[in-house]
């Protein structure tokens, strides 16, 4: 078959890079645009910050008024970004002043476990080389403080990685080190390892002989609350039993979540992305950029470029392609000067319609009073398309009168009452939480029963439905929720 070569005209769509901009930073939180506006302002020496909002510099109308005057020869010396060529950037943005005053409230403690840990680490009297297996094991911790590798692995890795070598057995004696230190039950291999290592700092009461006998023995049977067969087997009464399960139930599973690490401290301090309030039966809301700048064209900058043109006739190859350079870094500074005026009219224009819709509750911040909405509600009421509804949903923070929420908790699916009313799954999972929190503790309630008392209190629901919701709240089975 010969090779030959045609022309077709057709039509294809391709974003811009004002486009790509845009539906990158709408995905972004407050937090990230405003480091991608550093980073931005940083790269493009033509972009900006300033005290007040964004003006059109005069000169750059002119500047685009000459625009077509330029040959193609001049163009292709320009270093242009095509579509494909712009870099991945996690695009932020900025705004404007003017909002209204309000507090953030954080807390975190901004020492991480493994620092916490190498401090005490210095205080123990250890020889160079077994101080430097305590850290290597240290560093193996996860998040919740437990050892979850075996002992031999680490040692293979310390003779290959750091030309130590050690056995099984000694590094045992390390982890018993590291283990005395705080938090209690640090370091531990498992769940059982490590509530018998804080029960062994309690003073040696009964209840905590006989916790420590169940936790060793019958850690099974424990976890599976078959409290029966622990009493016959250990020859104990019921109250005997309540008393060692309240020390046990005191004690903490996860040791290392005391202190904070690089997640821990992010997840703690949540910066909202808009602002919600309440006051005298009237609802308001504005979106939370105390901390972005507001962006402009560099004026210098401008005034270079408006120079160049006005001796165009006169210009070297050198000087062309100069002027096009700072051609190219104006437009650029324009595209992310729109892009983010487009992402916060877009924020705008989506909270404002998710205030619509839960205007109820954010008047009263009763759950029940939560309408069913989806992605598609938002979407009809702003004219946007609902990918666009859907990042702006991602990863966003609401801030009320009394809570942070985030932006995904206020939607929800429909459901129907025996009269026919669509209500939010959010409040039937509170009266089914209520319903649970309200059990005799001793007999739980089966999700058979779940169902039938909300189906007499007029919910149409199902009992694998409710077992989901159940789930959803992670609250366990009946079985694993039952106490004596």
């Excluded at 625009?67 to 020869?73: F, M, R, Y």
């Excluded at 123990?124 to 193996?140: F, P, T």
Aim: with cysteine; aromatic share 8%; net charge negative.
């Amino acid at each position: 078959m010969a090779l030959k070569q045609q022309q077709v005209l057709k039509q294809t769509q391709r974003l811009s890079p004002l486009q790509m901009q845009v539906i990158k930073l709408v995905e972004l939180n407050s937090v990230e645009v405003e480091d991608r506006i550093k980073q931005e302002v940083e790269e493009n020496p033509a972009l900006e910050t300033g005290e007040g909002e964004h003006q059109e510099d005069p000169d750059t109308d002119e500047t685009d008024t000459r625009e077509d005057t330029l040959t193609q020869e001049e163009i292709i010396l320009g270093d242009y970004f095509s579509e494909d060529d712009i870099p991945d950037y996690r695009l932020n943005g900025s705004n404007q002043k003017g909002e209204q005053n309000y507090v953030e409230f954080s807390h975190y403690d901004d020492k991480s476990l493994s620092d916490f840990l190498q401090e005490q680490i210095g205080l123990l009297n250890l020889n160079e080389r077994k101080q430097m297996i305590a850290e290597y094991i240290i560093g193996n911790l996860d998040e919740n403080g437990y050892l979850t590798r075996d002992l031999q692995s680490i040692s293979d890795d310390l003779l290959f990685q750091q030309q130590i070598e050690v056995t099984p057995l000694q590094l045992e004696d390390v982890l018993y080190e590291i283990q005395d230190l705080d938090p209690p039950g640090i370091c531990a291999r498992d769940l059982q390892e490590c509530l018998l290592l804080q029960l062994n700092r309690h003073a040696p009461t009964r209840p905590v002989k006989l916790a420590k006998d169940i936790l060793s023995d019958y850690f099974d049977e424990f976890s599976r609350k078959h409290y029966d067969k622990i009493m016959r087997l250990m020859s104990i009464t019921e109250d005997d039993l309540r008393d060692a399960i309240h020390e046990i139930v005191s004690l903490n599973p996860k040791p290392g979540n005391s202190l904070g690490g690089t997640l821990q401290t992010a997840m703690n301090n949540i910066t909202p992305d808009f602002i919600v309030e309440s006051y005298n039966g009237v609802v308001s809301f504005h979106l939370n950029n105390s901390n972005i700048p507001s962006l402009k064209v560099n004026r210098n900058f401008s005034e270079m470029l408006k120079g160049y043109y006005e001796n165009k006739t006169s210009m070297s190859a050198d000087d062309k392609q100069a002027m096009l350079f700072m051609k190219q870094k104006v437009d650029s500074a324009k595209w992310f000067i729109d892009a983010v005026r487009q992402r916060q009219n877009t924020l705008q224009r989506t909270m404002e319609a998710i205030v619509a819709l839960q205007y109820d509750f954010f008047l009263t911040e009763d759950e029940t009073q939560l309408k069913p909405m989806i992605l598609k509600d938002v979407a009809e009421r702003t004219g946007f398309d609902i990918s666009t509804i859907s990042r702006v949903s991602n990863s966003k923070y609401v801030q009320t009168n009394t809570a942070v929420y985030p932006l995904k908790y206020f939607f929800s699916e429909a459901m129907q009452t025996h009269e026919g009313e669509d209500i939010s799954s959010r409040e039937v999972k509170k009266i089914l939480k209520e319903c649970i929190d309200n059990e005799n503790s001793s007999k739980p309630l089966t999700d058979d029963q779940l169902t039938k008392i909300l189906n007499k209190k007029g919910y149409v629901i199902a009992r694998r439905t409710v077992a989901k919701y159940r789930e959803q709240l992670q609250i366990p089975v009946s079985r694993l929720r039952k106490k004596i």
